[in-house]
């Protein structure tokens, strides 16, 4: 089982993506950028069990361990060709279920597919993924495709 399916099992905390999902996204043939929306939620404390090597040197809030991994993500993700479009407070949902919350909703934004995918499995960028691991409890990342504004929404050829 991979760890994303492991995740699954526990209660419905999801902190990678599985096989499954991976060869969905692949299988999209996205033609041109593609925006991820991230919803995030923190653990109380972050948890470097998983990479000791890079907890501080005392324990901090998992938001404070995801600003590191923010810190240290940045320039990876521009070079790539993405950037942050969005950062913002989350919280629990107008419409949708009363019982969850989220802290933190980012849009990314990236060139294309190829360059998230080179991206995300960058040698450079993945030393620093132990402080995202350490400060997330569960999240959800959704791919998306602007659509053009014109024609009307209506038009059935967009659906």
Do not use: K
């Amino acid at each position: 089982m991979t760890p994303a399916e492991l995740d699954e099992g526990r209660g419905g905390r999801f902190l990678e993506p599985s096989q499954d999902a991976g060869r969905r996204f692949m299988m999209r043939a996205i033609p041109g950028q593609v925006v991820m929306l991230n919803l995030l939620r923190f653990r109380p404390v972050a948890d470097y069990s998983a990479s000791p090597e890079l907890a501080p040197a005392s324990a901090i809030s998992g938001a404070d361990a995801f600003a590191l991994y923010i810190d240290h993500t940045l320039p990876h993700l521009r070079r790539s060709g993405g950037d942050l479009s969005f950062v913002g407070d989350g919280g629990h949902w107008l419409i949708g279920p009363g019982d969850e919350c989220w802290d933190l909703v980012m849009l990314v934004r990236q060139c294309s597919v190829e360059s998230f995918v080179a991206f995300a499995s960058d040698p450079a960028y993945l030393a620093g993924i132990g402080h995202r691991t350490a400060a997330i409890e569960d999240s959800r990342l959704l791919p998306m495709v602007e659509r053009p504004t014109e024609p009307s929404l209506r038009d059935p050829s967009l659906f």
